[in-house]
């Protein structure tokens, strides 16, 4: 929506979302905003920014968080090409002195994190879509995106590094999922292990208690595996869950067969 004098529209700030690369210098360099048309119906005119202010202070944000210290700063913003083909261009340079300016450095680099998003204070808007000129106030990066596979790639690599799991969670990842899967994934390589050695065992000297004892132990296991594919639907990721889980379940029932033979 364009200004007006009230205050409240006079104070208003909108959001443009941008695609960044890396550069040779370590650096990145994104373009910001084009003059296509966005998501809301709405053209940013690159050829009208007034980029003055930000260049005195070219801070670089996390999520737009103006309470936590800079995470970085551009080098260099600037407008390039003229007319339909002006776009602004801004080349962020992140830190690593904080813990949580290193773990984003960090995802930036390994592509998890991708993006970025520009505000500013609309000035001048003649039709209300367009917006002709506009203050540019302060750029940010901008969350871990929600892919299953991306989130698992990003703890792992922040865990290895030892940021603590406190910055995970504040960076948007959720550790408390991908600690359930990571569970699940070693109680699979466990129970494969056990397959494994179960098939290749012909010794026939196993006590009837023994094997009743682990039968009862296995088909508790196999329980709560149902219980998993019903009741975590709100916690674990579906392909992650459902595919594990059903890995659980094949590798306690071929144990449970097993032993039956033995039993037998």
């Known amino acids: 929506m364009p200004p007006n004098n009230s205050e409240e529209q006079e104070n208003q700030i909108s959001y443009i979302e941008a695609e960044i690369t890396k550069a040779s210098d370590g650096s990145f360099v994104a373009i910001a905003s084009t ?35 800079a995470i970085g700063v551009s080098k ?19 830190h690593d002195v904080t813990e949580k300016a290193r773990a984003i450095k960090q995802l930036v680099e390994m592509g998890v994190i991708n993006s970025l998003s520009v505000g500013f204070k609309p000035l001048e808007s003649p039709d209300g879509v367009t917006f002709t000129k506009n203050e540019l106030l302060e750029v940010s990066m901008v969350n871990v995106p929600a892919n299953a596979d991306a989130m698992m790639m990003a703890y792992k690599s922040l865990k290895t590094s030892g940021i603590k799991d406190k910055t995970m969670k504040e960076l948007g990842i959720p550790i ?13 390589a466990e129970l494969r292990s056990e397959v494994t050695e179960l098939k290749a065992s012909t010794t026939p000297e196993v006590s009837k208690d023994a094997v009743k004892k682990r039968l009862s132990m296995l088909k508790i ?21 459902i595919s594990l ?9 071929q144990i449970i067969v097993e032993d039956v033979k033995k039993v037998r």
Do not use: C, Y
Not at 38 to 63: Q, S, T, Y
Not at 245 to 253: F, G, L, M, R
């Open 35 to 69: 003059n296509s048309v966005d998501r809301h119906g709405e053209i940013v005119d690159n050829n009208g920014w007034e980029l003055k202010a930000f260049k005195k202070n070219p801070v670089i944000l996390w999520a737009h968080d103006h309470l936590e210290p």
């Open 221 to 241: 296991i196999a329980r709560a595996s149902d219980k998993l594919l019903e009741g975590e639907k709100k916690n674990l990721p579906k392909t992650n869950r």
């Open 176 to 188: 408390e999922v991908i600690d359930k899967v990571a569970a699940l994934e070693e109680d699979i």
């Open 245 to 253: 889980v059903k890995v659980v379940k094949q590798a306690t029932e």
């Open 76 to 94: 260099k913003t600037w407008v390039e090409g003229t007319g339909k083909k002006a776009k602004l261009m801004i080349q962020p340079l992140l």
